[in-house]
């Protein structure tokens, strides 16, 4: 147990540097789980508060904007993406969870925010760039998500756009073209109108997608920074500056600004920053990152990081007239910075980043704005303690279970699937089911690890014939899929594992729950249910986290029901209560025990005396 040494001999770190003068000290990352291609702004005026968004490729509600106004504690505020009729589109994508909601960019200027983002089609063809919405969203309140606009569409073909203000008032557009260039125009905010030609202004160092640009003026300079290298190991950032908007840039000397590549940091693909002051005048840079170690620069697909891009902050040295330099990430950051002060925002939807859940869809109570569905949602689909079935969720089922490949397949119909981002290293989740309402073959409600439609482990209460007999009977499934589009297909892997329903929770509510045991394995376990309190559990399998390896997203969990393909949408409601997520430990260096990865041993533990 290694990893736990690690841990506290961190936190005894934190202890001795808070005695000594003017160090101060913070753990990364600051927002932990599925939180990519970050983007913050400083708002004086509401209390000196930070707002952060992040891609939220297909999930509904999407993008979520945090605030906080210590840098260390975000509280979950609204999601600018939360009425279907704001982008319909996002229903039908296709190619997973690497469409979606892309890197957006957060500004507030003159009482308002302002959110830019592309909605990308990856199914549509490489050179149709009509598979990149462009759009803008805008509010005066961040806290509330109703108050987020409706998108005002723009014609770019390439993604990532970032606005700019100049000091004369004029407004402008960057974003990234092609994997190869960055480009600009002004633009109007309000209508949406582009009004000049697209200018390539940078291409980078040299290495492929040049992206996520920001434009910022300081000291008569256009600072343009960029991610670099791709999203994956060499992921970096890189800065240029001009006299003049429109350029020549001149990339700086001391390129990549920020890098993890080949470093023996357990924090790698370090890149995709934004940029920020404090009240304090200290700058900050929030980056995203992937806490997988050093092999992931060989093999980055055969890692371990489950819960993928994550959010992490830097302080930021930017002299007059200089270049900024950043501090290298890492799991403990200790240097002689000021962090703000100040206390959790009291407004806003949702509670902190790394919260607990104890949810029990009470009477009149909505769903928590940190729990989203695939794709658009379904409104009947899903209904909070309806009568007859107080302290509830109603799960309506899907034709498609989780593993649809297309979404154009589902005609925007919906999979019935409700979830949260994994947030810790290791986790416990759990919700009770009430089966009663399955009674044909196939009907399945359960709980899900899930990366994408590719990768998923579930563990469920199922209506299948038992051996022999023909006959229809309730059992425990363990089934999984990894087969990954960049791995090799003998590294594919499929369970499908059926145990008849334990006597004792026949006509019983089962508690379905998955685990993070360590580092490297999720436990798939049921149990008997209905009650408030801890219930002896029985593991039914395990999978390894790199059965899990992000691309876009990272691990979601969550309850979902479906009929497989047959009878129809709504074939069956079912009842989910006890909703409970508990954070057990939050791994920040490289566990000594968990490399290497071995591809060809296979670990699938049934229950003794059933396999
Ligand atoms: C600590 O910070 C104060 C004020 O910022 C400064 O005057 C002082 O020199 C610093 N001390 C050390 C040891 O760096
Ligand atoms: C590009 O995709 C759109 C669908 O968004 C389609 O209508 C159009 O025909 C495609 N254009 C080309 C040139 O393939
Ligand atoms: C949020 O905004 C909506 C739409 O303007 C409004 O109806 C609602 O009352 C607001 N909610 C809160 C808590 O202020
Ligand atoms: C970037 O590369 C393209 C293609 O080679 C070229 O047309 C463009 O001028 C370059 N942009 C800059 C700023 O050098
Ligand atoms: C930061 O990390 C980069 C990449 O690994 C490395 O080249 C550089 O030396 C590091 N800088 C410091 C100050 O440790
Ligand atoms: C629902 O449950 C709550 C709390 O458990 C209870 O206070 C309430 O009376 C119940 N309502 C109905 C309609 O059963
Ligand atoms: C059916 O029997 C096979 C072999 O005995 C066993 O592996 C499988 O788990 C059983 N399936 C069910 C649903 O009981
Ligand atoms: C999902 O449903 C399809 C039918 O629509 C079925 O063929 C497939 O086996 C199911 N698989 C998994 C892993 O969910
Ligand atoms: C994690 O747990 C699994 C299942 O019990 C075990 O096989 C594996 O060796 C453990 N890994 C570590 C690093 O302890």
Known sequence: ??????????????????????????????????????????????????????????????????????????????????????????????????????????????????????????????????????????????????????????????????????????????????????????????????????????????????????????????????????????????????????????????????????????????GHSDIFQDAMGQYWAIALAVRAGYSYNFDPYNSIFPMGREAVLTPVQWPEGAWPTYMNVSGVMTGDFALPHGPVPELGEGGLSEADDVINFALGSSLPAHLFHWRLSIAKTYAISPSGHNNSLMLQSSVQNLTSFDADSTRGLGQTFVARRQTHTRFRFSVDVDWSGLTREQNEVGVTALQDQAQHFDISVAMLKTNGSGALAPHIRFRGISTMLYRLPERFKYVDEAFPLPEALIGKMVRLQVEAVNTTHYAFSAGLGGCDEETPMEIYGYTRDNYLVPYFSGVVVGPYATSNGKFGEGAFKSYVSRWRYTGLEQVRELPADQQPVYWDETLVVGVAGTL
């Not at 600051?30 to 707002?51: A, K, M, Q, R, Y």
């Not at 982008?87 to 302002?114: E, H, M, N, Q, V």
């Not at 108050?147 to 700019?164: A, N, V, Y």
């Open 1 to 270: 147990m290694h990893w736990k040494i690690l841990v506290v001999s961190a936190a005894a770190l934190l202890a001795n540097l808070s005695l000594a003068q003017n160090l101060s000290s913070y753990y990364n990352p600051v927002i932990s789980g599925f939180h990519p291609d970050p983007t913050c702004t400083f708002v004086p005026e509401l209390s000196n508060t930070f707002f952060c968004t992040f891609s939220s490729f297909i999930t509904f509600p999407g993008l979520p904007i945090y605030a906080s106004r210590d840098l260390i504690h975000w509280k979950l505020v609204s999601n600018a993406l939360n009425r279907p009729e704001q982008l319909p589109a996002l229903a039908f994508l296709a190619r997973g969870s690497t469409s979606g909601i892309y890197a957006p960019t957060l500004r507030y200027r003159d009482g308002k925010f302002t959110l830019f983002n592309t909605l990308a089609n990856q199914a549509l063809y490489p050179t149709n760039y009509t598979r990149f919405d462009n759009f803008i969203m805008t509010t005066t309140d961040p806290y509330n998500s109703s108050e987020w606009s409706d998108p005002i569409h723009f014609d770019f073909p390439g993604i990532d756009s970032s606005p700019f203000w100049d000091d004369d008032g004029q407004t402008y557009l960057t974003g990234s073209f092609d994997g190869k260039t960055i480009l600009q125009a002004p633009l109007d905010f309000e209508t949406g109108e582009v009004l000049g030609p697209l200018v390539s202004v940078w291409n980078g160092t040299g290495l492929p997608s040049p992206e996520a640009p920001h434009i910022y003026k300081k000291d008569g300079w256009y600072y343009l920074l960029t991610a670099e290298g791709g999203t994956r190991e060499r992921h970096r950032s890189n800065i240029a500056r001009s006299r003049s908007l429109f350029g020549p840039y001149e990339g700086d000397p001391a390129n990549p600004v920020l890098s993890a590549y080949l470093s023996e940091s357990y924090f790698q693909a370090v």
